[in-house]
């Protein structure tokens, strides 16, 4: 018999090296959730099935706890009080006893109001409701009627008329009603972080549409985030996430009403009462989902000439914030790894906060 | 060499387009679509045949179409219809939902442009 050949030799390492790449293929387990009244796109690196759902369960119900708990219209289960009980009582002017984790929840919201110059403003749920934003589905319009947002305006309840006291909460004005929909999410998507943690799982994406947090990295490079375009359907841009970072975008897109030819949209400003106007959208990275949350907000409403402002005070870095006109304003920090997906490329300005 | 080494060799350079295609080809392109209705139930379907698929959801009917390898929402009766402005899916990784409906469509495929979007 003839002695095998070098070149048969090296064709048959190679196959059997290549037919090795099909043993343990890392790769990413997908799924969605629809909780937090959105859909939520969860993302875990290399973890085997049963694990991965054993996950997305433990994901899940910290999300619906959340949801459930915080939600500023629909009551709770029974036995279970939520914010719809501590709404209640805040406007029957009784002082309501609530849980250790509410009033951390409380107090850190109204560190960040008070950060946010009272832009971000989770006490003015009234206004929401009146705008007919307290519904799954976005209000149809007409626009209330102006006298009752001037109403509810002058009426200028914040996050300092709330008196916490041990777990006693109750407020010095009476037209104070809780809406955390404008950090809730931030929290919650944190929360759900933690819980992945806990069950050893370093490498995931929790993503509840507007705010998501990444930890870890795919396989060998990071993961990789598209951030919607406000004007169009598509991409405007993407970001490759460092090792524990959130992203939370506030757009005019997300939840609206068209009347009579103009959009009105849920972010409201307390100044005026109003859709906040001269923005479509608007990007905070940082590593606290909460504060990620509440900033988006804040920066919307402080609008093109106050933005930087806001976010000095609100100790946010990385912002990038697209105004009516599609021109997109953005800070050093995320200018320089802000990846442009659309051709071509919009009017940027850089803006240093300093 | 001899002529059973050249079959070897010849066999080899032929199947390794294909072991590149099956591990390593990074496409961006969807293969799949999943719907998942109200009640759970999972619905996968191949991108490559084009087809309608109607879901019942608590409000009444979604209707998604696949068509030339992309997947919408033609009609959902939900008031909002963000579902169906979310218009055409292709990439992997690329999600909507009908949420008054609870109705959800992601595309499945090998390798993601984007690992998630921020919307």
């Given at each position: ?29 997908k799924t969605q959730l629809m909780t937090l009244g959105t859909i939520v796109d969860i993302s875990l ?10 996950a997305v369960k433990a994901v899940e119900d910290v999300l619906n706890g959340i949801h459930v708990h915080w ?30 984790e509410?009033?951390?929840v409380?107090?850190r919201t109204?560190?960040l ?67 955390v929909g404008g950090s809730a999410k931030g929290y919650a998507v944190d929360r759900a972080i933690d819980a992945l943690r806990a069950l050893?799982i370093d490498n995931a994406i929790v993503n509840a549409g507007g705010g998501l947090h990444a930890i870890g ?6 993961w990789?985030v598209?951030i ?11 970001l490759?996430m460092?090792a524990d970072e959130s992203v939370h975008t506030s757009?005019?897109?997300e ?28 990007t905070v990275v940082t590593p606290d989902g909460t504060l990620a949350d509440a900033a988006d907000d ?57 | ?114 690992d998630t979007i921020n919307f």
């Open positions: 018999m003839k002695r095998p050949s070098v070149a048969c030799a090296l064709v048959s390492g190679l196959l059997l090296a290549l037919a090795g790449c099909g043993g343990h293929k890392p790769e990413v387990y690196w290399d973890v085997d099935e049963a694990r991965a759902q054993q939600h500023a219209w629909e009551p709770g289960p029974p036995g279970q009080p939520n914010l719809t009980d501590l709404n209640a009582r805040l406007a029957a002017g009784e002082t309501a006893t609530v849980g250790a509410d009033v951390a409380l107090r109204q560190e109001a008070r950060a946010g110059d009272q832009l971000f403003n989770p006490a003015i749920g009234r206004l929401i409701e009146l705008w007919g934003f307290h519904s799954d589905d976005p209000p149809l319009g007409p626009p209330p009627a102006p006298e009752e947002i001037r109403r509810l305006v002058e009426a200028h309840p914040t996050m300092d008329d709330l008196v916490i006291e041990d777990d006693r909460v109750s407020s010095r004005n009476p037209q104070v009603q809780l809406d050893g990295a795919h396989g060998d490079r990071p990789r598209g919607r375009n406000p004007a169009q359907p598509g991409i405007i841009a993407s490759e460092r757009g005019n897109y939840r609206f009403f068209d009347y009579q030819g103009k959009r009105y949209h849920h972010i409201l400003d307390p100044r005026t009462g109003y859709p906040a106007e001269g923005v479509l959208s608007v804040a920066l919307f409403i402080a609008g093109v000439s106050g933005w930087k402002e806001i976010a000095r005070r609100m100790g946010v870095t990385q912002v990038m914030l697209i105004d009516a006109d599609m021109t997109v304003h953005m800070t050093p920090q995320m200018a320089e790894r802000l990846r442009m997906e659309i051709d071509p490329p919009p009017k940027i300005v850089v803006e240093a906060l300093e | 060499m001899t002529r059973a080494d050249y079959f070897v060799l010849a066999g080899a350079l032929l199947l390794l387009p294909w072991l590149y295609a099956s591990y390593w080809h990074r496409g961006g392109v969807g293969e799949e679509v999943r719907i998942v209705g109200a009640d759970g139930r999972e619905i996968l379907a191949s991108l490559r045949k084009d087809r309608e698929i109607r879901i019942e959801g608590p409000l009444g009917t979604s209707v998604i179409e696949i068509h030339d390898g992309k997947a919408r929402f033609v009609s959902s009766p939900c008031h909002g219809q963000l579902c169906v402005h979310a218009g055409w899916l292709h990439l992997g990784g690329e999600f909507t939902a009908c949420l008054p409906n609870r109705v959800s469509l992601a595309v499945v495929g090998p390798e993601l442009r984007y």
